[in-house]
T-cell receptor, first 110, second 111 residues
Framework: NAGVTQTPKFRVLKTGQSMTLLCAQD?????MYWYRQDPGMGLRLIHY???????AKGEVPDGYNVSRLKKQNFLLGLESAAPSQTSVYFC?????????FGSGTRLTVV | TQLLEQSPQFLSIQEGENLTVYCNSS?????LQWYRQEPGEGPVLLVT?????EVKKLKRLTFQFGDARKDSSLHITAAQPGDTGLYLC???????????FGKGTKLSVKP
């Protein structure tokens, strides 16, 4: 049972480049989330999904897009990366109360 | 905007000591979760508290939800180096049940 898997684990982007972060869960959870974690700021919700085909904005959605075409996958896209998007990104999924997190993607935008 | 504060921000203690960390808010929450995050990993759920005044124990960790459901505490007895990590509280928010996270308490337990 893999839980929540995030790929890639590390990535360096140049300003203006695009990329997609992939999150996959094998627990049949309805809800999925993307957070970013920055020093001194804590975990902040970017986008979330309450089921296949649905997405919604979180606290800091600007500069990001998401898609949930399949229940087990939640993709986070950066269309034109900026240095302010340098962060550690965490995906999580849940069924009821508890969240299960992936191990994160460390993204650096130079 | 609801305020969520965790204290202390940093705590460095010796193995065997006891400690308490706090999570306080100006809002009432339907439930609250505690997570522990180790370096390079995602947060891992420790406990969920739902009822005001509720106390839950997980080995040497004791979690309490305030009577008014605005605050919570985590007490660790006889801390061990394996307890080192970032402790995050996360009260539930909104109809969708999204979690907001505190900034955490970074605990270091030295042998």
């Amino acid at each position: 049972n893999a839980g929540v898997t995030q790929t890639p684990k590390f990535r360096v982007l140049k300003t203006g480049q695009s990329m997609t972060l992939l999150c996959a869960q094998d627990m049949n959870h309805e809800y999925m989330y993307w957070y970013r974690q920055d020093p001194g700021m804590g975990l902040r919700l970017i986008h979330y999904s309450v089921g296949e085909g649905t997405t919604a904005k979180g606290e800091v959605p600007d500069g990001y897009n998401v898609s949930r075409l399949k229940k087990q996958n939640f993709l986070l896209g950066l269309e034109s990366a900026a240095p302010s998007q340098t962060s550690v990104y965490f995906c999580a999924s849940s069924l009821n109360y508890g969240y299960t997190f992936g191990s994160g993607t460390r993204l650096t935008v130079v | 905007t609801q305020l969520l504060e965790q204290s202390p921000q940093f705590l460095s203690i010796q193995e065997g000591e006891n400690l308490t960390v706090y999570c306080n808010s100006s809002s009432v929450f339907s439930s609250l979760q505690w997570y522990r995050q180790e370096p390079g990993e995602g947060p891992v759920l420790l406990v969920t508290v739902v009822t005001g005044g509720e106390v839950k124990k997980l080995k040497r960790l004791t979690f309490q939800f305030g009577d008014a459901r605005k605050d919570s505490s985590l007490h660790i007895t006889a801390a061990q180096p394996g307890d080192t990590g970032l402790y995050l509280c996360a009260p539930e928010r909104g109809s969708q049940g999204n979690l907001i996270f505190g900034k955490g308490t970074k605990l270091s337990v030295k042998p």
